[in-house]
């Protein structure tokens, strides 16, 4: 079930609108390995009919499971945005689709919280990632003279099944 109303309640005064949408009625689709969306996304929402439109403002808040991008540590990311609003046109070429004088806001909520989906997800902004203290990198970034043989052999040690 998507997030939809009826155009004809905003005649008489705004909609407000509170509550939670599951993973699965998002349709979400990452593409990412790194972030995986299993919980609800939670919306406090209040519509209201203008001149030649349907003003949309509140909150969303979505928490994605993550995995590092240095450490691979899952943890959990909260995406929010507060306050947010969307303008949907009932005229022209942008024009909102009305069915049975319902409008889906799915998509519009889908497409703004994936926009802020971390690009590089970390656990924190101090993690020192897969650290080993034989292997570590110089602050310029060159490797330690004789360190990437022992990188290899260690990977060499590895039993892939």
Known sequence: M??????HQLERRALALKGELAAAEMQWNTRDELIRVSQPLHYRLEIQRLEKGILVQGCLRQVLD?????????????????????????????RVAVVNDC?????????????????????????????NSQNDVKPGGAWESGSAAVVWAELDKLKLD
Not at 2 to 7: E, G, Q, R
């Open 2 to 7: 998507s997030l939809t109303f009826n155009i």
């Open 103 to 131: 409008v889906d806001l799915t998509p519009y909520l889908r497409e703004d919280i994936f926009l802020a989906f971390p690009q590089h997800p970390l656990c924190g902004l101090q993690c020192v990632g897969l650290a």
């Open 66 to 94: 993550c995995e590092c991008v240095r450490c691979l540590k899952p943890f959990a990311h909260e995406v929010k945005l507060e306050p947010w609003s969307c303008l949907l046109e009932l005229e022209g070429e942008d």
